[in-house]
């Protein structure tokens, strides 16, 4: 059985590039981060600010460590129909 697996390695390259967006879309967020310490009264926007960039990068974390295991594991998967699938071909010609 030859099943053509074409349109299964495009959906991979395609969540693979989404995760490299994301990894993109985090880098981006992490430059308006401020690792300093902000404690005095006039700073309460800053650190509001601040907080919401931290909210913000933990949902791309979040989404980005998903995102990676399900490409992983969505290739590993991919790479083992390939072999099967020439493994069973290869079968098949040595016994024709």
Known sequence: MHVL?????AAWIGLACAVA????YRR???THEDDMLHVSDNEARHVA?????????????HWGKI?????????????????????????????E
């Open 49 to 61: 600010e601040q907080a919401t960039i931290g909210h913000r990068l933990d949902a791309v974390d």
């Open 67 to 95: 995102l990676t295991v399900v490409v992983a594991v969505y290739g590993v998967l991919l790479a083992a129909a390939y072999a099967y699938q020439m493994w069973t071909e290869g079968l098949s010609k040595m016994w």
């Open 21 to 24: 967006g994301l990894a993109i």
């Open 28 to 30: 981006v967020v992490a």
């Open 5 to 9: 697996l074409t349109p299964l390695l």
